[in-house]
């Protein structure tokens, strides 16, 4: 009996297992909140003399924008740090491939 014809040990590791935010999302929910406060804030209220509403919308937009997307990393960072405390361990074990792989060749 060859050695190739003994199954080997499952290999078992220990992993964290968590649900971890993506901030891309969070970062993009800022900054379109920082348009509608921006917005708000330009046609909402009464604009100064010197100024109408498209220039003052532009002004705040610059900070606004900046500010929603600082919000957003900031409520991903707080999300991040709680799903780190409810991260669960898991045992795993590497399973073997029932059928070893073919060539390219075969498929079509």
């Avoid at 590791?13 to 509608?36: D, E, Y």
Wanted: hydrophobic content about 50%; proline content about 7%.
């Amino acid at each position: 009996m060859a050695s190739e014809d003994i199954p080997a040990a499952p290999e078992r590791r220990a992993v964290t297992v968590r649900r971890a935010p993506k901030f891309v999302p969070f970062l993009i929910a800022g900054g379109l909140l920082g348009v509608v406060v921006a917005a708000i804030i330009a046609y909402g209220f009464p604009a100064g003399e010197g100024f109408d509403a498209n220039s003052v919308f532009g002004f705040f937009l610059t900070f606004c924008i900046g500010g929603g997307a600082v919000l957003g990393a900031v409520v991903a960072l707080v999300l991040d740090r709680l799903s780190v405390r409810r991260a669960e361990r898991a045992v795993v074990e590497s399973v073997p491939d029932s059928v070893p792989d073919t060539d390219d060749e075969d498929r079509p």
